[in-house]
């Protein structure tokens, strides 16, 4: 690669690369987790020097979870995996709120960076070839242990997949500090 072509690269390219190259997961690229299609916007991963590699441990930490059922579900129908929806900085979710998407600023798609300290990671998805509700039942009864919440969008056809919050916080916090939500959940849209 020229000199030129390397420094063009925006940081936030480079960190996405960088906990790619962390993760160790053999079919999910960073456009997709860390990158939205529809702003053509790469999330900010906007810390001090002094914290980055904490905030990037974090990241990674949450991801690998997703990513690891994501690989198991991909083998299971042997089809590929579209992960449609990752990491959400607090400018993404400006731009999706503009657009008129009602989404939470509790998401659990904001994880590992600072705006939303109680996010534990999520991803929308779906299985190329695959209706969304079969995928959707699979999950459920693979993952049980590891959900935190799953949602399935039957007019969308995409499911969304969180982790489950014990693997940041202990019971005692979940019950008293994050409000309780429903495990499994079919929407009409
Ligand atoms: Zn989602």
């Avoid at 990674?60 to 089809?79: A, G, Q």
């Avoid at 009864?141 to 399935?152: M, T, W």
């Avoid at 979940?174 to 409000?179: D, G």
Wanted: include cysteine.
């Amino acid at each position: 690669m020229d000199e030129n072509k390397i420094k063009s690269i925006s940081l936030e390219t480079m960190q996405a690369y960088l906990i790619k190259s962390m993760l160790d997961i053999k079919h999910f690229a960073p456009k997709e987790y860390c990158y939205s299609v529809m702003f053509n916007h790469w999330v900010h991963i906007e810390c001090s020097e002094k914290i980055v590699d904490r905030v990037l441990r974090k990241l990674v930490y949450l991801l690998h979870p997703l990513l690891s059922m994501m690989e198991i579900v991909r083998s299971e129908f042997k089809s590929p995996v579209i992960i449609t929806s990752g990491i959400r900085d607090l400018e993404l979710w400006n731009m999706l709120y503009g657009a008129g998407y009602h989404i939470s600023p509790t998401t659990d798609h904001s994880f590992g960076l600072n705006y939303n300290p109680y996010g534990v990671g999520a991803l929308d998805h779906f299985v190329v070839g695959v209706p969304a509700k079969e995928v959707y039942e699979y999950e459920k009864s693979k993952f049980d242990k590891e959900i935190g919440q799953l949602i399935l969008y039957k007019k969308s056809q995409f499911i969304h997949i969180s982790n489950n919050r014990s693997i940041v916080f202990s019971d005692k916090f979940k019950s008293n500090i994050l409000k309780d939500h429903k495990k499994y959940i079919v929407w009409d849209y």
